[in-house]
């Protein structure tokens, strides 16, 4: 089969792999049908060192069932299945919490940038899409396997409710979705903090109800005052770097919440009485167990009540694997959806 490898910093390339084996009775064989280019996958796009055998890359993706182990319970050969970005049994505490990226048995894909994959856990993991949904809905439906549930997470764990001012800072496609998840959780004022003017539209159209191009000081300044001097309920960090983490508790309101989901590029960051305490800031967040919200959010796409899906502004063939990469890497591109 075909399978996208990354072999070092800027070099992603489609190359001929052994197709997959089912080697556990609680595994799936899927044919991946839609997959996509993550704002994570630029990380190691950026800093991987070389690499002959390659990385096997991707972890966004819908496909079709072709083959189940003797144990799976829930899928049948045949059906369209939404596959999370992390796999987990379902079943183990830390599941029941909903905190399934920490599930016991849990791990995190790589290889959906290709034809077939392995599904591990595969009645925990994968969520079956109605047969017959309507083919254009697949878009939003693969959100639910990382984007749209990542910034649905941010939110949550913001604790977005009716009537919250909530900034978000980064307008990338997590930042995005972070904007059209807090509308639906019923935030009253959403600063969106981002300068790129594509994307901003875009966010003014999910929710967003100001924009904030400033960063730094003058950035603070104008949500400071855009917020009445009071700061913002929740802030969402979408981006993962120090500044924008520094952004996050200037802003945040005295007894207000920072939740990221940015992977964070950094290890160190202040916690004391000048940034979190002396506000009584809570500092949350993490990757998304996006399976605990998966099956509530599902009809929400599927009667059109939201189209996170408009975070994809390009489509491309898993043959042209490199131009995604490099769109996304250039900003030309806020999501590519990759068709294998
Ligand atoms: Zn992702
Ligand atoms: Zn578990």
Redesign the pocket.
């Known amino acids: 089969m075909k399978a996208a490898l990354m072999f070092g910093a800027g070099d992603v390339r489609v190359v001929e792999v052994p197709d997959p084996v089912i080697q556990k009775p609680t595994e799936a064989l899927i044919r991946v049908t839609y997959a996509c280019v993550c704002g994570s996958d630029l990380h190691p796009y950026h800093g991987l060192a070389d690499t002959p055998e390659g990385v096997s890359m991707g972890h966004e993706s819908i496909g079709v069932v072709e083959e189940v182990g003797a144990d799976v319970r829930t899928l049948v050969v045949g059906d369209t299945v939404i596959v999370p970005f992390a796999w987990?049994?379902?079943?183990?505490a830390?599941?029941r919490d909903g905190v399934?990226t920490s599930?016991?048995?849990?791990g995190f894909f790589s290889g959906a940038q290709a034809e077939k994959m392995i599904v591990p856990y595969a009645d925990?993991t994968a969520v079956v899409v109605p047969a017959g949904t309507d083919e254009s809905l697949m878009p939003s439906l693969l959100t639910l396997s990382d984007v749209y549930l990542t910034g649905y997470h941010a939110a949550v764990r913001g604790g977005v409710t009716a009537g919250t001012t909530v900034t978000v800072v980064g307008d990338g496609a997590v930042g995005l979705s972070a904007v059209l998840a807090a509308k639906q959780l019923g935030a009253e004022t959403i600063i969106l903090m981002g300068r790129h003017t594509a994307r901003t539209d875009l966010g003014r159209e999910l929710g967003a109800t100001h924009l904030v191009a400033e960063r730094g000081d003058d950035g603070v300044a104008k949500v400071m005052e855009i917020t009445g001097g009071l700061g913002s309920h929740a802030v969402l960090e979408a981006v993962g770097h120090m500044p924008a983490y520094e952004q996050a508790y200037r802003i945040v309101r005295p007894g207000g919440t920072i939740s990221r989901v940015g992977l964070p590029q950094y290890e160190d960051a202040p916690v004391g009485f000048g940034s979190l305490f002396g506000k009584n800031a809570t500092l949350t967040g993490g990757p998304a167990p996006v399976r605990a919200y998966l099956e509530q959010i599902l009809p929400q796409v599927l009667d059109g009540t939201i189209n996170p899906g408009r975070v994809f502004d390009r489509e491309l063939p898993l043959d042209d694997i490199a131009q995604a990469y490099r769109l996304m890497d250039s900003r030309e591109a806020i999501k590519v959806l990759i068709r294998p």
């Open positions: 987990s049994d379902g079943t183990c830390f599941c399934h599930c016991v048995h849990g925990g």
